[in-house]
């Protein structure tokens, strides 16, 4: 069977416009959410928010003007993180070009009357591909809040396939009144900067990024790093479409095909990039699967202290950063976690620590009951 | 790799392997899913909650489905509008100050995947699954990914398909596939 590997990544966020930014920034425990008023007339939210000013100059930088004209903040976000990738590797008539969004430029449907081109996800899909001169039709994932892992696993099972030989895969979404109205309306927002897993969380932050990951069957002698792709598995709770199961049964099932896929076994596992939220159920939902599985010892932390929820683009955003994990042998800590605040024993990493990282097992869940797992190999 | 069951669903008739197996004069989707439901004695009350794409869905799913076991059935879909139908609504709820109403229950069908939510809800299928945009039906992708499910182990079978919806254009074609 082809081997899959990730060779190269990159990202936007508010953290950086590279990845080498973004990790400098994490190691010095800064976060992107602060207060932002994004809804005219209501209170401001706790966001991670991307300063649109800072986002057009470095656009500026590597763009011309010409390409400035009709493009969104996301569309520009998306560019970013692809151009320097698209320099390094080499597009065929054998790569595939994978979108992962939840909402993409849902932004656009304000006030319309009519459907604006636009909010197509396969239009938006097309442009990007247009732009960089991709030959094959591009795929877009979206699976709600797992999307960004889902897109690893799609282009690990495209290649596998036998249409491709390698896949530039790009995630993204950004942060719009539509979605934080709508998780408002659900109560899940926090009033405060997000705190996965303690004892006092009482909510998400919504954030905005994109993340970029170049992944190919045939590594060249002189790749920087490689990771391969072992394992992946994408399980429905069959519970309910707004909340997680309370018995973790989608993310156990999840995390227990792709290790036996990946046949990793849970003592083999270095770290674990979680998915939590901050919302109680998700939180507790986690703690319950990754104690069926055995894995309450594995070091284990959240990304979302630091970016916020970035929807469809967290899941691959969160994996490039547990590659930088693994690469700098640092484990980062689950930043605003405090005291345990779930039912089950997890252990929560409290500090910047030095550790060998061979195996990541990351994790997603989301609306609809979906949930996925990936488990990547530093080789 | 096998198909088997194909339902397709449009211009309000469901036609299960070539036979039409109910068939309506309304053009308006929300009656036709509301008379099928009946005719076809679905007997599921959640189905009224649901929106209309998750109805077209759960409608061409049914069909295939039945009462048989599908603890092993992974579920791959596709479409063009994704949630559209249901985002433009959502959207209208909060254009206006004025008239500023966002409801939970219209935004969790803000998403494309809640329809294989619903459908997974169902026939209790904890199994694999992936929703997919693509601007056309592209029956070629999602064998491949359903061939790559079957290869792996991680299920036995697989209904795919395209649900496609926005307001009154709608059409879904779905089938099983097995190895």
Redesign the interface.
């Known amino acids: 069977m082809k081997e899959i590997y990730i060779t190269d990544y990159n990202c936007v966020t508010p953290l950086g416009f590279d990845v080498e930014s973004n990790w400098k920034a994490l190691l010095e425990r800064k976060s992107g959410v602060a207060l932002h008023k994004v809804i005219?007339?209501h209170e401001a939210f706790y966001v991670s928010k991307i300063d649109s000013e800072k986002l057009e100059i470095e656009f500026k930088r590597f763009f011309d003007s010409a390409q400035n004209d009709n493009l969104t903040k996301l569309e520009k976000m998306f560019l970013l993180s692809l151009k320097p990738l698209v320099e390094r590797h080499k597009i065929s008539d054998e790569t595939a070009f994978i979108l992962s969004t939840?909402?993409g430029n849902?932004s656009l449907?304000?006030?319309?009357s009519t459907?604006p081109e636009g909010?197509?996800?396969?239009?938006l899909a097309?442009k990007l591909a247009d732009f960089f001169g991709f030959k094959t039709?591009?795929?877009?994932?979206?699976?709600?809040c797992v999307s960004g892992v889902?897109a690893i696993s799609?282009a690990k099972?495209?290649i596998?396939?036998?249409?491709y030989k390698d896949a530039f895969v790009v995630a993204g979404d950004e942060i719009s009144?539509?979605v934080i109205?709508?998780?408002?309306?659900?109560q899940a927002i926090g009033s405060e900067p997000c705190k996965p897993y303690d004892k006092n969380r009482n909510g998400i932050n919504l954030g905005e990024a994109t993340a970029a990951a170049y992944i190919t069957s045939t590594p060249s002698e002189n790749e920087k790093f490689k990771f391969k792709v072992l394992g992946d598995?994408?399980?429905?709770?069959?519970?309910?479409?707004?909340g997680p199961s309370r018995t973790g049964?989608?993310l156990f099932?999840s995390v227990q095909?792709a290790m036996k896929?990946a046949n990793v076994s849970a003592e083999q596992i270095d770290f674990i990039s979680a998915h939590g939220t901050a919302t109680l159920y998700n939180d507790e939902m986690e703690a319950i699967a990754f104690n069926r599985m055995d894995l309450q010892n594995v070091p284990l932390n959240s990304m979302k202290g630091y970016y916020g929820h970035c929807l469809g683009a967290s899941g691959l955003l969160e994996s490039i950063i547990s590659m930088e994990s693994a690469l700098n042998n640092t484990l980062i800590p689950c930043k605003n976690f405090e005291e345990i605040g779930v039912s089950q024993d997890l252990n929560i990493i409290k500090e910047n620590q030095p550790k060998e990282i061979k195996y990541i097992l990351k994790t997603a869940s989301g609306?609809?009951?979906?949930n996925a797992a990936i488990v990547l190999e530093k080789s | 790799m096998k198909k088997t069951d194909i339902c397709k669903i449009e211009n309000s008739k469901i036609i299960i392997n070539e036979q039409i197996i109910f068939e309506s004069k309304t053009e308006n989707f929300s009656d036709f899913a509301k008379e099928a439901y009946k005719t076809l004695e679905l007997n599921y009350p959640k189905f009224h909650k649901m929106d209309n794409l998750s109805k077209l869905a759960f409608l061409a799913s049914e069909m295939i489905l039945k009462n048989d076991d599908h603890s092993n059935t992974a579920l791959v879909f596709a479409n063009k509008s994704s949630s559209l139908d249901t985002d433009f609504k959502y959207q209208e709820s909060i254009n206006s100050q004025d008239n500023y109403f966002p409801s939970p229950a219209v935004f969790v069908y803000t998403l494309p995947n809640i329809c294989v939510g619903e459908i997974s809800i169902k026939h209790k299928m904890q199994t694999e699954n992936a929703f997919f945009v693509s601007d056309e039906f592209d029956e070629e992708f999602l064998n491949s990914y359903a061939a790559q499910i079957l290869q792996s182990g991680k299920a036995e079978k697989v209904l795919c398909g395209w649900v496609e919806l926005y307001r009154e254009s709608y059409k879904a074609f779905v089938y099983l596939l097995t190895r």
Not at chain 1, 109 to 112: A, G, P
Not at chain 1, 367 to 370: E, H, I, K, L, R
Request: charged share 20%; net charge negative.
């Open positions: 005219e007339n939840t909402k849902i449907l304000k006030n319309e459907l909010v197509y996800l396969s239009n097309q039709k591009p795929i877009v994932v979206s699976n709600a889902m799609v099972n495209m596998r396939a036998g249409k009144e539509f109205s709508g998780f408002n309306s659900f598995s994408a399980i429905n709770d069959a519970n309910h479409i707004s049964d989608g099932a095909n896929e609306f609809g009951g979906c």
